[in-house]
């Protein structure tokens, strides 16, 4: 076709490193915070939180962040801020049709009844003169991430952060999820690459059950946007979210997304395996002070640096599952045989309580046969020869003389 119409024809190719897309997900768990407050108080960790994302931004202009509270009753975005329509009756809108819900980098300075936030107003005018001369990506994701938090705060009340001390990480992980596949499928469709993935930096860790891809296909991912998921964690294990928290994982290791976890306190075992099923960093602080260091060295790098780096890497892995049955963590259990259910005790009726399948224990609850032990058979001394009746000397032996000595 080229040599028809005799006209030059160039393939859109740039040699730029592609975008990445940073998603982070902060455990705002008011009662894990409450026990680092001498070690590493909320307000200093978004203080640090938000240098790292100023970094993030400053090494690709076309480089985006999203940030997610993942709270005791809720998962709420932080940044980039849902873009809310006051009606005239002060309702909000129902959210009952399909479409997606618009995504704006402002900060919305009225209410849900249509008046104006005083305590806002009045930050973003002392505030005006020191923004004067910052950037102004750094100055929404700021304004963002503080008014946003502060709002999930103050709706907070004691008997929610009475009744659980987890917070909702699965919830959080969907939404994640879902703002990663949005973003790469609208940049595909801009900039004309394959999207659907999020870089060959993520994929399957040990337990790699998918094929490997050939480099042409890895170099044509890699030019897609860069997407993967930070989570800051201080609360514990999260038991009673197995089921959901596993299937995020599943989706973001078929996406080929990694997942970042800092764990500041307590121990987790569900997100040790989201980061080694994921290929992400896990890094447990011994310091919460030095958070930033951590975040610098360690989680700044995309996909595309990552294959250059040494990454640290997770020595023991505890692959232990949460039961079905009471949501406790299991060393050995029961599994179904038809969905792979597992149980900590046989259900009731030996009948599985996911799918109903009957299942056979076998001989499992009876009470063993009891078998008497065998008596051992006493050994019998033996006496002495002179005890017996005979000489101290035995009878002797007859000795054969030789032919040649007889001759």
Not at 233 to 252: E, G, H, K, R, T
Not at 267 to 285: C, E, K, N, P, V
């Amino acid at each position: 076709m080229n040599a028809v119409d005799g006209s030059e024809h160039y393939e859109r190719h740039s040699d730029k490193p592609p975008p990445s897309l940073l998603t982070i997900i902060l455990d705002t768990s008011p009662l894990a915070w409450s026990a680092l407050t001498e070690t590493l108080p909320l307000s200093k960790a978004i203080a640090n939180i938000l240098v790292f994302i100023n970094a993030h931004l400053a090494f690709n202009y076309a480089n985006q962040v999203a940030v997610i509270a993942s709270h005791c009753t809720e998962a709420r975005w932080l940044y980039p801020s849902p873009a809310t329509t006051t009606p005239q009756n002060g309702t909000r809108p129902s959210n009952d049709d399909d479409e997606d819900i618009e995504m704006t980098d402002g900060v919305s300075t009225t209410t849900t009844n249509g008046t104006s936030c005083p305590r806002h107003d009045q930050r973003r005018s002392t505030n005006t003169n020191n923004d004067a001369d910052k950037y102004r990506p750094f100055r929404l994701v700021e304004d963002n991430v503080l008014s946003n938090l502060q709002a999930l705060i103050d709706s907070t009340s004691e008997p929610d952060v009475a009744q659980t001390n987890a917070t909702m990480m699965a919830g959080a992980l969907t939404l994640a999820l879902a703002f990663i596949n949005k973003q790469t499928l609208a940049y595909a469709e801009t900039n004309g690459v394959a999207g659907g993935g999020g870089g060959a930096g993520g994929g399957s860790g040990t337990n790699d059950m998918m094929a490997v891809e050939s480099k042409d296909a890895v170099d044509e991912e890699m030019q897609g946007l860069q997407s993967r998921i930070l989570i800051v964690s201080v609360s514990d294990d999260l038991a009673f979210q197995y089921i959901p928290v596993m299937n995020c994982i599943f989706a973001a290791q078929r996406k080929r997304i990694p997942i970042d976890v800092l764990k500041l306190a307590s121990a987790t075992t569900f997100l040790q395996q989201a980061s080694d099923a994921t290929r992400g960093i896990y890094m447990h602080l011994q310091s919460p002070r030095g958070i930033l260091q951590y975040l610098m060295m360690a989680f700044l790098p995309d996909q595309t640096a990552r294959r250059h780096l040494i990454l640290p890497t997770q020595v023991n892995v505890d692959f232990r599952a949460a039961c079905f049955c009471h949501k406790k963590v299991v060393d050995i259990g029961f599994v179904c045989s038809i969905c792979l259910s597992i149980f900590c005790e046989p259900p009731p009726g030996a009948e599985c309580l996911t799918c109903g399948t009957h299942l056979r224990l076998g001989d499992y609850g009876a009470k063993p046969a009891v078998v008497p032990p065998r008596k051992q058979k006493k050994k019998r001394k033996r006496l002495p020869t002179a005890a017996m009746g005979g000489g101290g000397d035995g009878t002797p032996t007859p000795i054969a003389e030789s032919p040649l000595a007889a001759d």
